[in-house]
């Protein structure tokens, strides 16, 4: 069984930093997605970075490209965001997901995603 388990979530003046921690456990291939995803209020989930853990493969969307980094301890299971520069506009909760998959393009669709974590939220304020 696959669980995803998040933290790291808090409150931080515009131009901190946070750092959000994602603990993925059961799958037994090492071929998945790795998403983050963050959602305001009023507003739809959108997908902000993904791993395809295969190939180490990244991506970040252009509202926090340059801003955020993932990266991983394959030791713990767990791959972490790290938010740099925050914006009063990264304010929301904020998901980690996972699914199997055979290529990185599969991790780029929310849809796609099977396994989710409990959120955590993040504040930025001006």
């Known amino acids: 069984q696959v669980h995803v388990v998040e933290s790291g979530g808090g409150s931080v003046q515009a131009g901190g930093s946070l750092r959000l921690s994602c603990t993925v456990s059961g799958f037994t291939y090492s071929n998945y997605c790795v998403g983050w995803f963050r959602q305001a209020p009023g507003k739809e989930r959108e997908g902000i970075a993904d791993?395809?853990?295969?190939?180490?493969?990244?991506y970040y969307a252009d509202s926090v490209k340059g801003r955020f980094t993932i990266s991983r301890d394959n030791a713990k299971n767990t791959l972490y965001l790290q938010m740099d520069n925050l914006k009063p506009e990264d304010t929301g909760m904020y998901y980690c997901?996972?699914?199997?998959?055979?290529?990185?393009?599969?991790?780029?669709?929310?849809?796609?995603?099977?396994?989710w974590g409990q959120g955590t939220q993040v504040t930025v304020s001006s």
């Open positions: 997901a996972a699914t199997i998959s055979y290529f990185a393009n599969y991790c780029r669709l929310i849809d796609n995603y099977k396994y």
């Open positions: 791993i395809y853990t295969d190939e180490g493969t990244t």
